[in-house]
């Protein structure tokens, strides 16, 4: 164990605490933030991934490559957006709700206005790419010409070879102000008695008491959750999810619209299935890379800001909700997911725009003559719709063509297509304005918990949890008259 970890972890005992934040992503670590300002508050951060240092993966030159197996994308300090272009999205309404989460338009623009306040602390480049202007007005004009929406958004750039130095001055700060953390470590279960949240189980058997817990462990945490919801019977709802592809051209095609908005937000409905499909996470000059799951590989996109590459990427997703006879999104996913690396040996698929419209695979001969050169290597071409469910191919292709009138060349034939892209949002649990949970001292928060699904409503919604927490807190003090 390394001396920052040493220091980080030496005051973890059994003798419990006042709040265990599970997850040390976004949520909890803003959380984490919001509650430390409460000197006397005891708290311990756990999770299951590496400190921030240790999870960049390493090649004989020591160096960050994208090109290397994932390693610890998805969990450990900073959670999975440390690793996913570091692009903040300023507006409350992009990656989840929280004007309906808390019942204020308001009060969602100041926790947005709040995050983005904190990133700035800890080292977030100031500019800022503005949602306005003739070039906005032209792109919305343009979608809308073809029956498509175009989000204003104004953003923030970290990058992901610069996220890693801003989240470590955040760790730094929280352990600075007393906030414990125990990583690489995996919380087994919920210690619930008679309807109140008491602590959490180790996966070593041990028991750690808390007063309260903030459930936020990460998108890589949603089969867990889903498994502590229906043990403690915790009130809860079954959420849309989102499947599709990455889509990788050249940065040239892109660039017009990225150059305006780094991180465009494209919403289309499809005619033949009234379908919602919609761009994100887009990666200017980018890299493609994996996201290893237990059982499947998907993908995700990456850009950085010391490197280049000369195709930009981003994720073209299809909102799937079911009814009956089954509501489980997440398990109907994962099984597509599961299939797609079947197809794929254990890789994701690759296939070429041109083929895919031609109803044939790509091989690696035609991969070689391609005009854009795959910065994802490790890949099996094949063919995306033996992987995929007809009718999200389907959405696929006519969202693209759609996408295409708006920005010319997109669906070239040399277009590549990576599947699967697959984003979990968990089961929502349902919360209070205080972000409580139906068990009584047990809160929640982030993408795990299927209340946001990105970096700054993840953010937004840790720190609507600890005010929840705070609040609470006072009124015990108060009615034991110790304010």
Same mark, same amino acid.
């Given at each position: 164990? +390394? ?12 003798? /419990?605490?006042?709040?265990?934040? =599970? ?23 756990? #999770?299951?991934?590496? +400190? ?19 390693? #610890? ?61 003739? #070039? ?247 063919? =995306? ?6 009718? =999200?191919?389907? +959405? ?49 928060? /982030?993408? /795990? ?12 919604? /840790? ?21």
């Amino acid at each position: 164990m +390394d001396t920052e970890n040493q220091s980080s972890e030496k005051n973890v005992t059994n003798s /419990g605490y006042d709040v265990i934040i =599970i997850g040390a992503g976004p949520a909890g670590m803003f959380a984490a933030y919001e509650l430390a300002a409460i000197h006397s508050l005891k708290i311990l951060i756990v #999770d299951m991934g590496r +400190d921030i240092e240790k999870r960049l993966c390493q090649m004989k030159t020591h160096t960050y490559c994208m090109h290397c197996i994932p390693c #610890d994308i998805m969990c450990g300090v900073g959670g999975c957006g440390t690793f996913s272009d570091g692009t903040l999205n300023l507006r409350p309404d992009v990656g989840g709700d929280l004007a309906a989460l808390t019942g204020d338009h308001i009060k969602a623009w100041e926790l947005v206005e709040k995050v983005d306040k904190i990133f700035l602390e800890f080292g977030a480049p100031r500019g800022v790419l503005l949602a306005e202007g003739p #070039d906005i007005e032209e792109l919305k004009r343009r979608a809308a010409s073809v029956g498509a929406r175009f989000l204003e958004i104004k953003q923030r750039h970290i990058g992901s070879d610069n996220a890693p130095t801003v989240i470590g001055r955040f760790k730094q700060d929280l352990i600075n102000k007393g906030v414990n953390f125990m990583l690489e470590t995996e919380v087994k279960d919920l210690l619930i008695e008679e309807g109140i949240s008491k602590g959490v189980v180790l996966s070593d058997g041990r028991l750690i008491p808390a007063h309260y817990v903030l459930l936020s462990p990460g998108r890589r945490g949603c089969d867990w959750v889903s498994e502590v919801i229906e043990k403690h019977r915790i009130e809860a709802r079954y959420d849309g999810i989102d499947i599709g592809v990455r889509v990788e051209v050249p940065a040239i095609i892109m660039d017009p619209v990225t150059k305006i908005n780094r991180d465009p937000k494209f919403h289309i409905q499809t005619r033949r299935y009234d379908d919602f499909v919609r761009t994100f996470c887009t990666n200017k000059h980018g890299f493609v890379v994996k996201e290893e799951y237990d059982d499947f590989i998907a993908t995700n996109g990456h850009s950085l800001t010391n490197l280049e590459s000369e195709n930009t990427n981003f994720a073209f997703l299809v909102r799937v909700e079911l009814t009956e006879p089954i509501e489980n999104t997440t398990k109907y996913a994962r099984s597509i997911a599961k299939l797609a690396t079947t197809i794929g040996g254990g890789k994701p698929v690759l296939q070429r725009m041109g083929d895919l419209r031609r109803g044939r695979r790509s091989t690696k001969e035609r991969l070689v003559k391609n005009l854009v050169v795959n910065t994802l290597k490790d890949v099996t071409p094949g063919d =995306i719709s033996m992987a995929l469910p007809h009718r =999200i191919v389907m +959405d696929i292709i006519e969202g693209l063509e759609t996408l295409n009138e708006i920005i010319p060349g997109v669906t070239s034939d040399s277009t590549l297509l990576y599947a699967p892209e697959v984003k979990f949002y968990a089961m929502h649990l349902n919360v209070d304005r205080q972000m409580e949970t139906s068990i009584k001292n047990l809160f929640a928060a /982030g993408d /795990g918990a299927g209340l946001s699904r990105d970096i700054v409503n993840a953010a937004a919604t /840790g720190i609507m949890a600890a005010e929840g927490i705070i609040k609470k807190e006072k009124t015990k003090k108060e009615s034991k008259g110790e304010i």
